[in-house]
């Protein structure tokens, strides 16, 4: 399913890969002090963990990007480029509306 040159899967993979990403910092910087719910809250109280949380989660996004580049799966990419503007735009407007 990887190896397929499909706009799709990029789209899958950009929006799923963030969330991951998320998941794993929230344990690794968070976990025994917060709660899920306090992590989100404060999070939403400090305006600068937005940014500061958004690109880890988005570096996941760019090494994706780079390998379907690298091996010429071009669909795929621009998938995955799409779903991290999209992420990276609406990081910078709850930073902002928030």
Do not use: W
């Not at 390998?67 to 995955?80: L, M, V």
Request: with cysteine.
């Amino acid at each position: 399913m990887l190896k397929k040159d499909n706009l799709r899967l990029g789209l899958l993979l950009g929006f799923l890969a963030p969330l991951l990403s998320l998941v794993v910092y929230y344990f690794i910087k968070f976990y025994p002090t917060f709660s899920v719910g306090d992590f989100f809250r404060f999070v939403a109280e400090n305006k600068k963990q937005i940014t500061a949380i958004s690109v880890p989660c988005l570096i996941l996004n760019i090494a994706l990007f780079t390998i379907y580049i690298n091996t010429h799966r071009d669909k795929t990419a621009k998938g995955i480029f799409a779903i991290t503007l999209v992420y990276a735009i609406v990081a910078l407007l709850l930073k902002f509306l928030l």
